[in-house]
């Protein structure tokens, strides 16, 4: 079946530095990927859709110059915590839809500011 | 994004049947229901998805009336282990609900 790994599963960074993680596609192309942040015992809150080749296109509210989405080729997208403050501190998601319906998912990534 | 809508918790015994429902009024017509299981700490995973009537799998069963505004997902003979949080998406929207917090009990 299709398949996303999501890479580092967690993190623990300082504040004021920076922290990618890693999405990717390993049996199918993902053209579009999606970007999720879930604070504890919240939904899934959708913070970018990620777009080979092009710029990735943000949700209202979420800041483009903190979190930086690059998708340089058909089976990567990689989501950038930039100068990240202890508020980032969540569990961040991927996501790609390998068929025309259903999506299929990272398995997370927990940051940690300190 | 009209967001999914569906019961924030519910309680359920092992070895019951539970049933939960979601109502998705702006589905698209072209739009497919999927539902996902997420347990703390993981990405949400695939349970089951439908267009309309009834499917079935080796976990669950959807049944997707006519109208196709709802949707509900069948857990036959629940266990500890089906406690999690379970949400449903149609995939046109992929903004999530708030999702069903399921625990079952012994």
């Known amino acids: 079946g299709a398949v996303v790994s999501q890479h580092p599963s967690r993190v623990i960074c300082k504040s004021g530095t920076s922290v990618k993680i890693e999405c990717r596609s390993l049996d199918f192309q993902a053209t579009t990927m999606f970007w999720y942040r879930q604070f504890p015992k919240q939904s899934l809150m959708l913070m970018a859709t990620s777009n080979e080749g092009s710029k990735a296109t943000y949700e209202q509210g979420v800041e483009k110059d903190k979190f930086l989405i690059n998708h340089a080729s058909l089976t990567l997208s990689t989501l950038t915590v930039t100068s990240a403050h202890p508020e980032d501190s969540s569990f961040y998601i991927c996501s790609a839809r390998p068929r025309a319906y259903g999506y299929t998912f990272g398995s997370g990534t927990r940051l940690t500011v300190v | 994004l009209a967001k999914t809508t569906q019961p924030i918790s519910m309680d359920s015994y092992e070895g019951q049947e539970v049933n939960i429902t979601c109502s998705h009024n702006n589905i698209a017509t072209n739009d497919y229901i999927t539902w996902y299981q997420q347990f703390p700490s993981q990405g949400p995973r695939f349970i089951i998805q439908g267009y309309k009537t009834k499917v079935t799998n080796e976990v669950a069963s959807l049944f997707i009336p006519a109208d196709r505004k709802s949707s509900t997902l069948s857990l036959p003979r629940v266990s500890l282990s089906d406690t999690a949080v379970y949400y449903c998406?149609?995939?046109?929207?992929?903004?999530f609900g708030d999702g069903t917090t399921l625990t079952v009990k012994p």
């Open positions: 998406l149609s995939p046109g929207k992929s903004t």
